[in-house]
């Protein structure tokens, strides 16, 4: 087993396309940040587990976010565990696959002892055939720069109602003017006011991800982040993505309940756990 270190995500993608490609759903938030990463920055970490040659676990470590991790057999989870220790790294938490997460948090805590505790059980939602909402009020429209204020403020809410690491806020809201000016941003409107939000992530080989769904709470219950959601994902597909990736929480039944109902289905599970030494 060799532990290999990589500074761009895309060179690494490109050398095992293959296995992107059968792993795409359960490596899709992996593959988003790797194909926007053309250079990992000096305090990341970017490595790829390997069997002579072949390709059978991916490691990337951007602080302040947690480590992400593709699925990975047990032989690789002992080599990265090992990789990590002899180079100090400290670890806030985990985040993937959840039976990945699971056995390295044991092996994490063997070598460094500490606790680990579950943030969210994730579940993976692919979409390749929507069947959208009807006789939703309103229409969508791209955010513009001067929706850059109240999309802030409703990422910045949205960290908070998924319960996301805080350190993961800032850079979450930061990246809110990119992702006005890739025309990422889908709004709801009614009577021309913005009342959702839905933003399309990182892409994937053949597939993007739709995450940032977010409706003021004196607008729910309404079907407004349904048809939002659905205008995002159709805007996905007509672009000419074979599939769209989402994920939810799993202890909230109602928002599993309104991603199915497009035509989401579940294709697995992730994990985020948090970590301390």
């Not at 989870?77 to 938490?93: F, N, T």
């Not at 006011?193 to 995450?211: E, H, K, N, Q, Y």
């Not at 709470?217 to 048809?227: D, I």
């Not at 659905?230 to 039944?253: E, F, I, K, M, Q």
Request: aromatic share 6%.
């Amino acid at each position: 087993m060799k532990v290999l270190e990589h500074t761009a995500g895309p060179a690494l993608v490109d050398a095992h396309r293959a296995y992107f490609l059968t792993t795409e759903a359960s490596n899709n938030l992996l593959l988003g940040v790797l194909l926007r990463t053309p250079e990992v920055a000096p305090e990341a970490l970017l490595w790829s587990l390997e069997v002579n040659g072949a390709l059978v676990g991916v490691a990337l470590h951007t602080p302040p976010f947690h480590l992400l991790l593709s699925p990975m057999p047990d032989d690789a989870l002992d080599a990265l565990v090992a990789a990590l220790v002899a180079r100090g790294r400290s670890l806030a938490g985990v985040n993937g696959d959840e039976a990945t997460v699971t056995a390295f948090s044991a092996r994490w805590a063997l070598a460094r002892g500490g606790h680990s505790a579950v943030l969210m059980r994730q579940g993976v939602f692919e979409l390749t055939r929507l069947e959208a909402p009807e006789g939703v009020a309103g229409a969508m429209r791209l955010a513009a720069p001067d929706d850059r204020a109240r999309v802030e403020a409703w990422m910045r809410a949205f960290c908070v109602d998924c319960g996301l690491p805080e350190d993961e806020h800032a850079v979450l809201v930061a990246g809110v003017a990119r992702s006005i000016a890739e025309a990422r941003v889908c709004l709801w409107c009614v009577d021309g006011a913005p009342v959702s939000m839905a933003v399309r992530g990182g892409d994937t080989l053949t597939g993007a991800r739709i995450g940032g769904v977010y409706t003021p709470p004196s607008q729910r219950g309404r079907g407004y982040a349904s048809a939002c959601t659905a205008a995002a994902s159709r805007r996905c597909l007509d672009s000419g993505r074979r599939a769209v990736y989402l994920y939810t929480d799993l202890g909230n039944p109602t928002s599993n309940k309104i991603y199915q109902a497009l035509g989401y289905r579940l294709v697995g599970v992730a994990m985020m756990m948090r970590l301390t030494a």
